[in-house]
């Protein structure tokens, strides 16, 4: 199949399916009750995605390269805005106390 | 129930979204290039990023295409990615829920992984539905509109800002900004152990599933936890 015509066809098919996924049990539960035991679960989604988002973009220094110890500057820049996010809840304070770690601990490593 | 516009939560989504934007703009500008490499016309790369809008179908859809792999094989694997998707969908449904169709149809299009964590502490806090379907819509735009910027930026200039300067790193510092404040009974640091070491773990599993397997299991600890520990207050 033409190469171009071929990513049309996916733009269109993925957002398809991206979208249902999005639209999925918003659409679903809209008109009917949620079963109790999926409301029960749903109260943990958030802690449960985020840490699943955010450990391994923290602990792996690049493909499969597990490092937890003070050689990984991004683990100690995420404790670091971990502790500010614990005390100040702010996203901006969050981000450029974790970015200034990072960076200062590259330029200190070399 | 009938929902009208509010102007100033609206604003109040873009102002809290707008940090974020630091660690979007590089991953929007990897996309556009992806897409170009993968041999799609600008015009394509640019749809790719209007209509997928999620960088992680993007990389999986333009990494498999240069691969040479099948069109259905392309198809399931963005499917599996956009899983995650699903629980967010699940976790909006209630909130959603007395809003008119025509907004759930809007806000699930800009359902994303930022708009998600951007707005569950709003929609938790605040009763007033109008006034967070207004503030949802507002972190939806900007992400949308930036995603769109940073692909024809990457499609045009290629990547011009240095991987050195590590700025993909804001993306998980906002997340951690959502995520610390939320361990604050011993039920939810239990979700977050389970999870973390299920994600470490299951690190070699193709297409990210150690995300899904993370989350889940987390949440079935979750679950488990409740009932052992009683509810959370």
Redesign the interface.
């Known amino acids: 199949?033409d190469?171009?015509l071929?990513?049309?066809?996916?733009?269109?098919?993925?957002?398809a399916?991206?979208?249902t996924?999005?639209?999925?049990?918003?659409?679903?539960?809209?008109r009917r009750d949620?079963p109790p035991?999926?409301?029960?679960?749903?109260?943990?989604?958030?802690?449960?995605?985020?840490?699943?988002?955010?450990?391994?973009?923290?602990?792996?220094i690049g493909p499969?390269i597990?490092r937890v110890d003070p050689g990984n500057a991004?683990l100690i820049?995420?404790l670091v805005?971990?502790g500010v996010?614990?005390w100040k809840?702010?996203?901006?304070l969050?981000?450029a106390v974790?970015?200034g770690v990072?960076?200062s601990l590259?330029w200190l490593m070399g | 129930m009938r929902t009208h516009f509010s102007r100033t939560a609206f604003l109040e989504g873009i102002r809290?979204m707008a940090?974020?934007m630091?660690g979007v703009i590089p991953f929007g500008m990897v996309c556009g290039v992806g897409?170009i490499t993968?041999?799609?016309?600008p015009v394509?790369a640019l749809?790719?990023s209007m209509?997928?809008?999620?960088g992680a179908?993007q990389i999986v859809?333009t990494q498999l295409?240069v691969a040479g792999a099948p069109?259905a094989v392309?198809?399931l694997s963005?499917?599996v990615v956009?899983?995650?998707?699903?629980?967010?969908?699940?976790?909006?449904?209630?909130y959603?829920?007395p809003l008119d169709?025509r907004w759930?149809?809007l806000?699930?299009?800009v359902?994303t992984?930022q708009a998600f964590?951007g707005t569950?502490q709003r929609f938790k806090r605040s009763d007033d539905l109008r006034a967070n379907a207004s503030y949802f819509l507002g972190t939806g735009v900007l992400l949308w509109v930036t995603w769109q910027i940073a692909t024809v930026a990457g499609i045009v200039a290629g990547q011009v800002i240095p991987a050195?300067w590590?700025l993909e790193?804001?993306?998980?510092?906002?997340?951690?900004?959502?995520?610390?404040?939320?361990?604050r009974d011993r039920?939810?640091i239990v979700?977050?152990a389970v999870?973390?070491v299920?994600?470490?773990a299951l690190?070699?599993m193709p297409l990210r599933l150690?995300?899904?397997c993370?989350?889940?299991?987390?949440?079935a600890?979750?679950?488990f936890g409740?009932k052992v520990m009683g509810k959370r207050g």
Not at chain 2, 82 to 94: G, I, Q, V
Not at chain 2, 170 to 182: K, Q, S, Y
């Open positions: 199949m190469r171009e071929t990513i049309w066809l996916l733009i269109f098919a993925v957002g399916i991206t979208y996924a999005r639209l999925s049990f918003i659409a679903l539960f809209a949620m035991l999926l409301a029960e679960a749903l109260k943990h989604v958030p802690v449960a995605m985020l840490t699943a988002i955010v450990v391994p973009a923290v602990v792996f499969g597990l991004k820049a995420a805005a971990g996010a614990w809840q702010s996203a901006v969050t981000i974790g970015m990072l960076w590259r | 809290d940090p974020m630091l897409a993968a041999g799609a016309s394509a749809a790719m209509i997928m809008f999620s179908a859809a295409l069109f392309i198809l963005c499917l956009s899983l995650r998707l699903l629980m967010y969908s699940a976790t909006m449904a209630p959603l829920r169709r759930r149809n806000l699930s299009f359902l992984d964590a569950l050195s590590q790193f804001v993306v998980p510092l906002c997340f951690l900004a959502v995520l610390v404040p939320l361990l039920v939810s979700v977050f999870a973390t299920t994600v470490v690190d070699a150690s995300m899904i993370g989350g889940l299991l987390g949440i600890a979750g679950i409740d």
